[in-house]
């Protein structure tokens, strides 16, 4: 399906500079920049839930920034972007608008597409939530929300980034998430499938809250092994889809949320890692996505789902053209036309983020 003819917004994308901003992978990268270590001998000695889910470590040990994507977006017509959140470890309570104020600098714009909007970190849980949002909206006023780092998976071999088991049920969570209806700011959801009903619980009890599912949940595995209890047989990855697609439908019932058909080529879902510089092959792609991308249409509806290439996350697998294009041809096959692609790719992120056209 031809694309360009639609001024896209990519609405997941992630900027990072490891040598100059604290990130998670901040200390890695440097070593790896000063020590004479081949970049596949160094991911062999790393965990194995970290190598499962990034898959090639070459992006977090380099800096990912606006010219680095307008060379990965090649001929997609990207004319906006929304930067989500991404390691960053400042010290502090009020840190994490140090990244926001750091995005808001970086050169979008120009020959490089523009900084349609900003997610920021911060954890509803926290005792200086309310003044951490408060920090970020004065370090920009393109932010829109935040994300906070809830992903945990009952298998220890999938990587987690909370060591809380169902970290959006606590009392401290769900009493600090109204801090963001009173500032008229979405929430972020990155979770791994198993936790759909906590974001379901979470939206019905919050229902003047926009929330974005990201990445269609993450069901980790589900093209194949990557725990020891998630894709390992087909009849786990059949029960697996069966929950993450019943638990989907329960989500999309609450209409303050959208769901990103974003994410579908991170290597945590189970897919073989192609040689570096090499994309998977698009009927390779389409044959494992189409069963996810034709049940969140068939949920969310064209008018609540949202593009994003999730760069460079899911690099190792695709590059952004075909990302761009495995989504579209999955939604027309679906019986999705012009105007059904024109909401998913652009404006659907416009109304969402409130970007300004």
């Given at each position: 399906m031809d694309l360009s003819n639609i001024r896209i917004i990519d609405s997941h994308i992630h900027q990072w500079d490891p040598f100059r901003t604290p990130r998670e992978f901040s200390r890695t990268a440097k070593l790896l920049r000063m020590l004479p270590i081949p970049i596949?001998?160094?991911?062999?000695?790393?965990?194995?839930?970290?190598?499962?889910?990034?898959?090639?470590?070459?992006?977090?040990?380099?800096?990912?920034?606006?010219?680095?994507y307008r060379a990965d977006a090649g001929g997609v017509p990207v004319e906006s972007i929304v930067h989500i959140e991404v390691g960053w470890t400042g010290k502090g309570a009020l840190a994490g608008a140090d990244e926001t104020k750091w995005v808001a600098g970086l050169p979008f714009g120009g020959d490089n597409p523009a900084l349609g909007a900003i997610i920021g970190n911060a954890d509803p849980a926290a005792p200086d939530f309310a003044a951490l949002l408060d920090a970020h909206v004065a370090a920009s006023p393109?932010?829109?929300?935040?994300?906070?780092?809830?992903?945990?998976?009952?298998?220890?071999?999938?990587?987690?980034?909370?060591?809380?088991?169902?970290?959006?049920?606590?009392?401290?969570?769900?009493?600090?998430?109204a801090a963001l209806a009173e500032r008229g700011l979405s929430f972020e959801a990155w979770v791994y499938s198993h936790a759909l009903p906590d974001v379901t619980a979470l939206a019905e009890r919050y229902p003047e809250v926009p929330i974005v599912l990201d990445h269609l949940a993450t069901p980790a595995g589900i093209f194949g092994p990557v725990g020891k209890h998630t894709g390992t047989n087909p009849s786990l990855r059949r029960e697996l889809f069966v929950r993450w697609r019943d638990d989907l439908t329960a989500l999309a019932e609450n209409p303050n949320v959208v769901a990103?058909?974003?994410?579908?080529?991170?290597?945590?879902?189970?897919?073989?890692?192609?040689?570096?510089?090499?994309?998977t092959p698009i009927p390779v792609l389409l044959d494992r996505i189409r069963p996810l991308v034709a049940h969140a249409y068939e949920t969310f509806g064209a008018d609540r789902?949202?593009?994003g290439s999730n760069f460079p996350v899911d690099k190792p697998i695709t590059s952004i053209t075909d990302s761009a294009e495995l989504i579209a041809t999955a939604i027309t096959e679906h019986g999705g036309g012009r105007d059904e692609l024109e909401q998913i790719f652009r404006t659907n992120a416009q109304r969402t983020y409130r970007i300004e056209s």
């Open positions: 596949d001998w160094a991911k062999q000695v790393a965990p194995r839930r970290d190598r499962e889910f990034v898959g090639d470590p070459t992006a977090y040990a380099n800096p990912y920034l606006p010219a680095n393109l932010v829109r929300g935040i994300r906070a780092h809830v992903a945990h998976h009952p298998d220890p071999h999938v990587r987690p980034y909370t060591e809380h088991e169902s970290a959006l049920t606590t009392k401290e969570f769900r009493n600090g998430f990103k058909v974003s994410g579908l080529m991170m290597p945590i879902l189970g897919h073989p890692v192609p040689p570096r510089g090499t994309s789902l949202l593009w």
